[in-house]
Structures are given as structure tokens and as C-alpha cells.
């Protein structure tokens, strides 16, 4: 098959196009053609190179119309098409005739098919306490689910598929449409290539990975536990925040809690540049003895975590072979669950930092399991099931 892949947001799903690469040149049988911009290009330059010959990147200049640049799309004869992010350029992607079969990814199963006067009228409210651009706020209540209705018809009208990431939300989407109708892509697939660092660890590095957002995760307690147990932690624990800050919703006061532990000698790894390389993100994740979910999960009143939104934890513990610690609640993928411990509250997390720490061999175990688990999300596996399915 031709394989059409678009990502022309600006910040756009790069590790989901990796995924999609990876899945499609698993087979010989398949051509990668890859829609985007420089920044898309060089974010992926070494995933591109190792697919030389398998894999197009075709870049869209600074200057050139988004919808200039999508027409081009036609003339590569592809066999379907995925857009990765729908979002901002709905209009443009709507009115340019690919000449194939769309396979639109669905990110946030609400956004895109619930369309209630309650859900609107919470979102405005609740967005304009967080967002001086009111403009956008009133786009995203009013304007999107418009075009997200039309981008849906043109998607089904051209026997395409809408693409969600994982079976739990590919129920949750299955309300609104036929089963047959969807597809499931993960957002992270296993790497085989990454090497296992935390064999050099000298402490449990415990990876906090996604961006640095007091919304999104609970910080404060797990520095609680750290500051409370300072004196014990401080040679047998290390944290890696892996992830950007966000500054509107209050990363920095994060940073802020961060440092006053490091000040008391805790090692936290901080990562204050406005992007990690993908390359370099995989080599701090590859120094990781454990991955922790220390989500929010109730999002707002409708959306949660693992149900009607996807949460990249999981797929960061599959890209990576690593066992994962989660909150209980959280919806965890059946292939997951022998190397993923759950934690009700916060006290319990802080008796099972201790456990792991004193008995180092249940994290030997958990990390064998969890490379027999990631074999579950191989590329040539994922791709039988999308040949199958």
C-alpha cells in the first residue's frame, strides 16, 4: 500500500506519526509518504533516515498556503490517508479532494461527538477562568464542532475510518458510530532499538513523563512524600520530570516545589528548554526504572482519563519496555497488567516508594514483564491486526 501521513500543526503528534511509521514499514510491502513541515521533518529526521528509500517526507514551505500545500496530496496516488491532528485547519482539510480514503484520529472522544448544550456551555465557562484569548475559547465552543461534523462526513463518505488509540476508547466512540467504522493505532509502539540504561542506576529513577502542568498531574503530593521522607529518600530515590513546562497551567510553581528539593539534596532531572528532542526524550526514558501515572483522572465533569481522553503514560511504558506505577481508577490496557502496580491515595504511593526500594527485586520483576508485555505492541504486530481487523 501507498501510505499518506499529514502532521502540519505547528506542536503537532510527532511521536504518533513515529508509531504510524514504524506500523506501516514493518512490511516491505508498503510506501510511507509523510505530509509536514521543517519542524516535522527534523523532529523525525532519524526515523526518516533509517526508512531512507521507504519513507517521502514531503515539507511544505514557510510561505505556502496550507491549502496549496494539501492539494498536492492528490497527485501521490495514495491508498488512504491519516490525518493525524485535525485540528485548527478544519476548513482547509474539508475542501481538498485527497482522492482517497481519510483516516481521521480522534484524540478526545467529547470533542468530536458531544455536542450537548450542557457540554458547550461547561467548556466556555470553564476555558475563560484558564485563557486570555477569548477568541480561540469561543472557536473551540462554537466554531470546531461544526467542522469537526463536516470533517466526520467527509471521512465516512470516503470509506475511510476515524482512528482512536486504544480499544477502551474505541468503545466509547463505538456509541456514536459502527464498530467497523473505527480503527485502532496506539499512540507509541515498542522501540526494540532502545537500550535498557537503568541498569547503571545507583537509585530507583522514578520518570514522571508529559508536560509539566499542575492541571494535569498531581506534583504535590509525590514531593510531599519526597520531602516528608527526606532523609531516607534522598540516596535511594531520583525523579525525572520528563517533560516541558507548561507556564498557563502553573508549571512553573512546579519547578518552583522542584528546586526547594533539590536545594535539600533530592536529585530531580528538570528540563527547562521549550522542546525535547525526540531522540534525546527516548534516552532519558531509557534510564528509567519505573514510570509513574500521577494524573489527574477526572479531567473535568466529562472527560476522564483512559475513558473519553488517552493519557501517553501507558504508551510511554510500552515505547520504552518500562513497569508502570498508577493511580487506581485508571483504565490500563489487559497486556499491561503484570508489570503495572496501582496505588489508591497518596500514602499508600508513599509505602510502595519504600517497598521498591527495599526489595529491588520486585522491580527486576516488573521490568521482565514489562518486555514480555511491550512485545504485545511490536509494529509487525500492530499491523496484522490493522491487515485483519
Not at 465552543?141 to 488509540?165: A, D, E, H, M
Not at 466512540?173 to 473505527?182: C, L, W
Request: charged share 25%; glycine share 4%; aromatic share 14%.
Amino acid at each position: 500500500m501507498r501510505i499518506g501521513i499529514i502532521e502540519i500543526m505547528p506542536i503537532g503528534h510527532y511521536t504518533l506519526v513515529d508509531s504510524i511509521i514504524r506500523i506501516f514499514t514493518s512490511t516491505a510491502d508498503n510506501t510511507v509518504y509523510l505530509f509536514t513541515h521543517s519542524d516535522g521533518q527534523t523532529v523525525l529526521q532519524n526515523l526518516l533516515q533509517e526508512n531512507k528509500g521507504r519513507v517521502t517526507s514531503v515539507v511544505k514551505s514557510d510561505n505556502e498556503a496550507i491549502s496549496i500545500f494539501l492539494s498536492k496530496v492528490q497527485s501521490y496516488k495514495l491508498d488512504r490517508v491519516y490525518i493525524v491532528t485535525p485540528e485548527k485547519y478544519f476548513a482547509e482539510i474539508y475542501r481538498t479532494n485527497f482522492g482517497t480514503s481519510l483516516y481521521t484520529f480522534i484524540h478526545n472522544i467529547d470533542e468530536w461527538f458531544n455536542s450537548s448544550f450542557l457540554y458547550r456551555s461547561y467548556h466556555l465557562v470553564h476555558e475563560f477562568k484558564f485563557s486570555l484569548v477569548y477568541i480561540y475559547v469561543l472557536k473551540r465552543t462554537f466554531l470546531f464542532p461544526y467542522w469537526r461534523k463536516k470533517i466526520l462526513s467527509k471521512t465516512f463518505s470516503s470509506g475511510g475510518k476515524i482512528v482512536v488509540l486504544n480499544s477502551f476508547l474505541k468503545s466509547e466512540a463505538s456509541k456514536f458510530v459502527e464498530s467497523h467504522k473505527i480503527e485502532v493505532i496506539p499512540f507509541s509502539v515498542f522501540d526494540r532499538n532502545l537500550p535498557d540504561l537503568s541498569i547503571k542506576n545507583k537509585k530507583l529513577r522514578i520518570c514522571i513523563p508529559g508536560i509539566i502542568s499542575a492541571i494535569r498531574r498531581d506534583y504535590h503530593s509525590v514531593f510531599s512524600i519526597v520531602e516528608k521522607n527526606a532523609d531516607y529518600f534522598r540516596d535511594r530515590i531520583e525523579l525525572d520530570l520528563l517533560g516541558t513546562i507548561s507556564v498557563a497551567e502553573n508549571g512553573n510553581n512546579i519547578v518552583e516545589d522542584a528546586e526547594k528539593l533539590i536545594s535539600r539534596g533530592v536529585t530531580i532531572h528538570l528540563y527547562k528548554s521549550t522542546y525535547i528532542p525526540l531522540k534525546e526524550y527516548d534516552e532519558f526514558l531509557a534510564k528509567a526504572d519505573i514510570i509513574l501515572g500521577n494524573m489527574r483522572i477526572q479531567i473535568d465533569a466529562y472527560s476522564a482519563y483512559g475513558k473519553t481522553k488517552d493519557s501517553g503514560i501507558p504508551y510511554t511504558m510500552i515505547r520504552a519496555a518500562k513497569p508502570g506505577i498508577m493511580k487506581s481508577g485508571f483504565t490500563m490496557f489487559n497486556e499491561l497488567l503484570s508489570s503495572t502496580v496501582f496505588f489508591t491515595d497518596y500514602s499508600d504511593l508513599e509505602d510502595l516508594f519504600k517497598k521498591l526500594v527495599d526489595q529491588p527485586r520486585i522491580v527486576t520483576t516488573l521490568k521482565k514483564e514489562a518486555v514480555k508485555n511491550s512485545r504485545y505492541f511490536d509494529p509487525s504486530v500492530i499491523y496484522k491486526q490493522l491487515s485483519t481487523g
